[in-house]
């Protein structure tokens, strides 16, 4: 019997107290990679997942563990576009963030778009390549995540920060 999914608020919780167990020493990597899993496992648990690591001040996203990186691996397609979807975000949020002088925020996003793109370097190449041409093919108006960049209101100096960090990738 298939455990039941967990909320995205539950899944906050269970990845902040585990990362924070990781960076205090109490948790393996092998023990963290399989939590993980358990969160990864459904849409709502990966978002709380990155939702918590990737802005962390935790150096988790910044060492990524063999055994985690395996996990995030083994998530597919549903990593890759989560995290693709993160690079974008983070991207437009560095333009917006320096525009309002928010310089703390800024370097928050910063951070997350460079975490997003060094993972998006590591997980499946075909998976990444299909979901950022898809990305890239949007910040030129066209394809099927235009409505995802328009639900957010980038403006084309942030689509163009966004092709360019996804060009960015597979340098």
């Known amino acids: 019997m298939a455990a039941p999914s967990i909320s995205f608020e539950q899944a906050l919780e269970r990845a902040a107290l585990w990362c924070g167990a990781w960076e205090a020493g109490e948790l393996s990597d092998e023990v963290l990679a399989d939590r993980v899993a358990e969160l990864i496992d459904s849409r709502d648990g990966a978002r709380g997942f990155f939702v918590v690591s990737l802005p962390s001040e935790?150096?988790?996203m910044d060492r990524l563990p063999e055994p985690?990186?395996?996990?995030?691996?083994?998530?597919g397609a549903a990593v890759v576009d989560l995290t693709a979807r993160n690079l974008a975000m983070s991207t437009a949020m560095v333009l917006a963030h320096g525009r309002s002088g928010a310089e703390e925020q800024r370097q928050g996003s910063e951070r997350v778009a460079?975490?997003?793109?060094?993972l998006l370097r590591q997980l499946d190449s075909t998976?990444?390549?299909?979901?950022?041409?898809?990305l890239l093919e949007a910040t030129a108006g066209a394809g099927t995540d235009v409505g995802f960049l328009q639900r957010w209101g980038y403006d084309e100096e942030q689509k163009s920060a966004i092709a360019s960090a996804v060009l960015a990738v597979a340098d």
């Open 68 to 75: 985690l990186l395996a996990t995030l691996r083994q998530g």
């Open 114 to 118: 460079r975490r997003c793109g060094e």
């Open 58 to 60: 935790n150096p988790l």
């Open 127 to 134: 998976l990444v390549k299909q979901r950022l041409d898809t």
